[in-house]
């Protein structure tokens, strides 16, 4: 098979990779609405074990804050740590 | 089969026959010991066998109870789908290490006394060892040197432990312990070395990338998982645990984030899933034990599913490297649909087994009121969803095309990765079925609305996040490079530190001996003197290094008798 | 048979004696090695008997000529020196299964039987000392030993010169020893009338606050120190090792420092009594830093070592140390300990020098560096002294391992900081031990050989008695009832006797 294939995939064709995009923004906004009716106590209950966990959108806002304290991290100590691969030989 | 023969024995003594078989038969033998192994597992049924006493010791070779038993179940069944894995090799060394070592594993699970499990402990350094230098390439060599040293160090403070515990309780039973003595200081250091605690963990990360493809596979099941059991049997409950694993879940991401070596990325993530094991344990009590061993197995799956996928590529491709792979997933598309399986397993999506485990032991810290590790284990868990979740198989598979065409992987590591896939999210889809094999019997509530729609918005808000970075560019880079750890520490200071001592003790023994020799040098020389040609007989024997040594020696001695 | 039971003690001292001349007659390769061969199985055969004896029915006495003690000479078997003499006899028949192409390669065919005519006399010194209840029949029989070793030694020369001077620094720090422990004995002659060792010990007590007394304890423990290589008197013993003959090497690594450990236990436990030697005066505070300094620093030393006899040769040293401090414990648990090792020291050190020999007969070196690759050109001899090397370690399922276990109960029995401190300076001294094997397999196993590099398999005349010693280290490792149990027969006979 190798080198023979020139069938276009759809992840190839220009604009798919924005629609992915799209599709994943419109998706948090869907999973955002149940808070948004919890705050007025119809559909969903969320069942808080903790008060924290009664802020509004919390999972999703405490996922964000989480991999921008990551990246911000990662990217902070990269130069830092990165060394060549044949640097212990 | 003999009575309550230890179901690892089956393995490892079924190893000793594999080097006489070869081909067809081979396969069948290597399939066909793991079988055994859980079939007597089945048949034992809980109980203890095999007690006998040697100088004055009680042993206890097989003792099955829930705990051991689900740790001893997804051990077979990760040596079955392992060795299904690897049917393509042809390295006898390879296989006869497999099978010992995954029968050490699941002897020391099934340990009932410290002695019993001392052995298989140190049988495992050793036999695993094999699968790193089976790749038989410089860099393997050295890594396989300094994995071996610090196995084999656990296990000599293992044994340290046990002759201090021995002389202070008389007992040798490998049961719950006070944490607290020294004896117990020494364990938490040996189950700790293999847990890959903080600052203990760098032989995780250096040696599995080196291994074999198939042999990082094998690894990745037994060692780590052995030491969470041990620690699970011993010292459920302890406080220090929760600090310890709170780091390790934290500690190692950035690093995973960082990786380019998708294999040595799995390795650092594997690190951070052990702290949430870790934690559990330290939580103790009922729930959060259950989540230990229930974390624990599915862990075991998505591990060895990761390694296996990523191991498909490194086979087809030659490399692991995300800078140097391209487009996979239109050469491999079988093993990228086994990599999003995985992915999915990993960040605990729904109807997956993680989401089933891991709120096992996140609700074990709620319930104990622990907000603060709480929060910390959720962003371990967001880490987890970029480290391996997205990660991987993004970079790994569905990256830009770079042209270069592979094939797809061979039938019997699809098939292996199928068992994976299937067991982890046959759970997710039947919590129930599963949980009854957990040590305490519970209730369990998987899905609850509040559950499911939580669980889904920590993920999709973590993937905005991500895809918000990727396309601003504030992702870091993969550069063909490797990031520094504390094995720096050892390996690099501790290196140079080491040579100059090393130069200067021999440099002192050589002039020390140079002195010696030209004392004794210089007494022969004497005594020819004084008896050669010419020369009068010797009156005395001339005194040299040695003698004068022994006499300064003899008058301490006198010091020390008159005193 | 009751006559020759009924004499075993002398018996199994007088037929090596009475053969050694006779084997200097003796011409050829076989003729001389099948008789010293057949002599020390006899020798075997009736130290074995005698232990069984022993141990059923209590010590032993034999009267020389019918002479009773305090005026004649008494030779005693008791569990200790029973036990020391099976370990003797029986490491020596094992070795001479193996000598008989060995020695034949390094040592001229002419000299053959006085080689085995000095090694009877050795084996009889040996054993004499062990088994005798006479203080200065133990200086003479030391001296016989004495005397044949540096003969044995210096047949190495036509391999290497240096084993001459070896020989000859061995003569004199020997000598010195010897007339250490002739004046200790004359001192205690002088102050008890007695050379009877039992008889020395019952009257020890009422003077043993006299200033020779105390003086001939330091005469004693000092000459025996060096007898035994004890550190810092070791200094003879690796150059002795290296250039000596391999099979003779075999022989003293498993015998000649463990008589002097059976003297050192004698004096100490027998003699001066556990009281006065650890009580009234300070024998624990003396021994022990020796015995952890020759564990700690020879260890090390042997990882630098370039010749593989030289690197077991310290090692040997290193072991000594731990027997050191398992007596200097003065208790039945440490004395245990100390026995037990003697035994399986033993077994383990020579099996290792046998796989070495077995090198060097098919590569004519014993230089670590040129011996790479032979793990793939002698897959046997190479996987003997891996196994050989995982008992010096102390891997479980070795009798290392038990020594080691039974030393570490010892010495944590203390339950103070000293006690804690002697457990992590064994186990370091074993992990030294792991890198002193480790590089030597390293080598073995994972360097290619050189070009044109000489040997393959060493013949099985060879092979087998090297594997009889590996398998059976290892059978004493399993089943430890044999050396355990004697060795604590033997502890507990000391520990009671007064």
Redesign the interface.
């Known amino acids: 098979?190798?080198?023979?294939?020139n069938?276009t995939?759809w992840?190839?064709r220009p604009g798919n990779v924005n629609k992915l995009?799209y599709g994943?923004?419109a998706?948090?906004v869907v999973?955002?609405i149940?808070?948004i009716f919890a705050l007025f106590n119809i559909f969903?209950?969320?069942?808080p074990?903790?008060e924290?966990?009664e802020i509004p959108?919390?999972?999703?806002?405490?996922?964000?804050i989480?991999?921008?304290?990551?990246?911000g991290?990662?990217?902070s100590?990269?130069n830092?740590?990165?060394?060549?691969?044949d640097?212990?030989? | 089969m003999i009575e309550g023969l230890n179901p690892g024995i089956i393995l490892i003594l079924g190893a000793l026959i594999v080097p006489l078989t070869s081909g067809f038969i081979r396969g069948i033998l290597l399939l066909a010991l793991p079988v055994l192994g859980l079939a007597q597992l089945i048949m034992l049924g809980l109980g203890s066998w095999g007690q006998f006493e040697i100088m004055g010791m009680q042993l206890t070779v097989t003792h099955i109870d829930p705990l051991s038993r689900v740790f001893g179940l997804i051990f077979h069944v990760a040596a079955f789908a392992g060795i299904l894995y690897s049917l393509h090799v042809k390295d006898t060394m390879q296989h006869v290490a497999t099978l010992i070592y995954a029968g050490s594993a699941i002897g020391a699970v099934f340990a009932g006394d410290l002695i019993t499990l001392f052995t298989f402990w140190e049988i495992t350094a050793v036999s695993s060892v094999f699968l790193i230098w089976a790749s038989r390439t410089e860099?393997s060599f050295k890594s396989g040197i300094r994995y071996l040293i610090i196995q084999v160090t656990s296990g000599v403070v293992l044994l340290g432990g046990i002759a201090l515990y021995a002389a202070d309780t008389g007992s040798i039973k490998f049961e719950t312990m006070e944490f607290g003595s020294l004896a117990t200081w020494f364990f938490l250091i040996a189950f700790g070395i293999k847990a890959a605690f903080p600052l203990l963990h760098n032989w995780v990360q250096d040696s599995y990338p080196e291994a074999t493809v198939t042999g990082s596979v094998i690894l990745s099941a037994f060692t780590t998982k052995l030491a969470i059991y041990a620690l699970a049997r011993s010292f459920p409950g302890t406080d220090l645990l929760i600090w310890i694993g709170v780091v390790m879940v934290i500690f190692p991401?950035?690093?995973a984030?960082?990786e380019n070596d998708l294999r040595r990325t799995m390795a650092y993530s594997l690190n951070s899933q052990q702290g949430f094991m870790i934690i559990a344990i330290g939580i103790g009590g009922d729930l959060a034990i259950n989540g230990v061993a229930a974390h624990a197995t599915i862990s075991i799956l998505y591990t060895c599913l990761m390694f296996m996928v990523t191991g498909a590529a490194l086979y087809r491709t030659g490399t692991a490297k995300i800078t140097e792979l391209g487009g996979l997933?239109?050469?491999m598309p079988v093993t990228s649909t086994f990599a999003i399986l995985g992915a999915l397993i990993i960040i605990a999506a729904p109807l997956t087994g993680a989401f089933a485990t891991k709120a096992l032991i996140m609700?074990a810290a709620?319930?104990a009121k622990m907000?603060i590790l709480?929060?910390a284990m959720?962003?371990g868990a967001?880490?987890v969803?970029?480290n391996v979740g997205l990660k991987i198989p993004l970079f790994g598979f569905?990256s830009k095309?770079n042209?270069?065409?592979?094939?797809e992987a061979p039938l019997h590591m699809l098939l292996a990765m199928a068992v994976m896939a299937g067991f982890g999210i046959f759970i997710g889809l039947s919590p129930a079925t599963f949980f009854a094999l957990l040590p305490t019997p519970m209730e369990s509530h998987t899905y609850?609305?509040?559950h499911v729609?939580?669980?889904?918005?920590?993920?999709?808000?973590?993937?905005?996040?991500?895809?918000l970075?990727l396309?601003t560019g504030?992702?870091?880079k993969m550069?063909?490079?490797?990031?520094?750890?504390f094995d720096w520490i050892y390996?690099?200071a501790g290196k140079m530190a080491l040579t100059k001592t090393s130069s200067i003790v021999a440099n002192f023994w050589d002039q020390t001996k140079g002195f010696g020799l030209m004392l004794v040098g210089w007494a022969i020389d004497k005594a020819e003197k004084s008896h050669g040609e010419g020369q009068a007989m010797s009156r005395t024997v001339s005194s040299g290094y040695a003698v004068s040594v022994i006499l300064i020696l003899f008058g301490i001695a006198l010091v020390v008798i008159y005193a | 048979m009751t006559f020759f039971m009924s004499h075993a003690p002398v018996l199994a001292i007088i037929i090596p004696l009475m053969g050694a001349p006779i084997c200097a007659l003796f011409r050829g390769k076989t003729a001389p090695w099948l008789f010293t061969l057949i002599l020390s199985g006899i020798a075997f055969a009736y130290s074995i008997d005698l232990l069984i004896a022993v141990s059923a029915n209590g010590p032993i006495s034999y009267e020389i000529g019918g002479w009773a003690p305090p005026y004649g000479i008494e030779y005693v078997a008791d569990p200790l020196s029973a036990f020391v003499m099976v370990i003797i006899s029986g490491i020596s028949t094992g070795v001479l299964l193996y000598a008989k192409d060995s020695i034949a390669n390094e040592v001229p065919t002419s000299r053959l039987g006085f080689f085995f005519a000095a090694y009877l006399l050795a084996l009889t010194g040996m054993m004499g000392i062990t088994v005798t209840g006479d203080a200065f029949n133990i200086f003479v029989f030391l001296e016989i030993t004495s005397l044949s070793s540096y003969v044995l030694i210096a047949m190495g020369a036509r391999q290497d010169r240096r084993a001459l001077t070896a020989a000859f620094q061995y003569l004199i720090i020997g000598t010195i020893g010897a007339t250490f422990i002739l004046i200790g004995v004359g001192l205690l002659y002088v102050m008890t009338g007695t050379l009877n060792i039992a008889d020395i010990a019952d009257k020890f007590d009422s003077i043993s606050d006299t200033r020779p007394i105390r003086a001939a304890v330091g005469f004693l423990i000092v000459g025996i120190a060096i007898k035994l290589a004890m550190f810092p008197f070791h200094v003879w013993l690796p150059n002795a090792y290296s250039y000596a003959p391999n099979i003779v090497t075999a022989f003293f690594a498993g015998t000649a420092t463990k008589v002097s450990v059976y003297l050192l236990i004698r004096f100490i436990y027998t003699v001066f009594g556990a009281d006065f030697s650890f009580g009234t005066v300070y024998l624990t505070e003396l021994l022990l830093p020796l015995g952890v300094i020759a564990a700690l620093s020879m260890s090390v030393v042997a990882i630098f070592q370039d010749n593989l006899k030289r690197l077991l040769a310290f090692s040997s040293v290193a072991q000594l140390g731990y027997i050191t401090i398992a007596i200097a414990l003065a208790t039945e648990a440490g004395l245990t300990a100390g026995i037990l090792h003697i035994f399986n020291h033993a077994i383990v050190k020579t099996g290792l020098f046998l796989t070495v020999g077995a090198m060097f007969f098919a590569t004519g070196t014993t230089s670590i560096k040129a011996l790479a690759g032979v793990g793939q050109r002698m897959p046997m001899t190479s996987f003997g002294f891996v196994l050989g090397g995982l008992g010096l370690i102390g891997i479980p399922l070795t009798p290392g391992f038990i020594s080691k276990w039974y030393l570490i109960q010892a010495v944590l029995e203390r339950g103070d900081y000293i006690g804690y401190g002697l457990a992590i300076a064994i186990l370091l001294s074993s992990i030294f031990a792991v890198i002193y094997i480790w590089r030597v397999v390293e080598i073995l196993y994972f360097h290619p050989s050189p070009e044109g590099a000489k040997g393959s398999e060493a013949p099985l005349s060879l092979l087998i008695p090297c594997w009889i010693f590996i398998l059976g280290s290892f059978y004493f490792g399993i089943e430890t009832s044999f050396n355990v149990g004697f060795a604590e027969q033997a502890a507990q006979f000391l520990m009671g006797a007064r």
């Open positions: 098979m190798p080198n023979s294939d069938r995939y992840l190839d995009f994943v923004v998706l948090t999973l955002a149940p808070d969903y209950d969320k069942h074990k903790t924290i966990e959108f919390f999972y999703g806002l405490y996922a964000m989480s991999m921008l304290v990551l990246l991290v990662s990217n100590v990269s830092f740590l990165k060394r060549d691969e640097y212990y030989d | 860099r991401v950035v690093h984030t960082l997933y239109k050469s609700s709620l319930d907000v709480w929060l959720l962003f967001v880490a969803i970029d569905f095309d042209g270069k065409r592979f094939q609850t609305a509040s729609v939580t669980q889904l918005q920590l993920i999709a808000f973590a993937v905005l996040i991500f895809a970075a396309r504030y992702y870091p550069r063909d490079s490797i990031t520094l750890d390996r690099k």
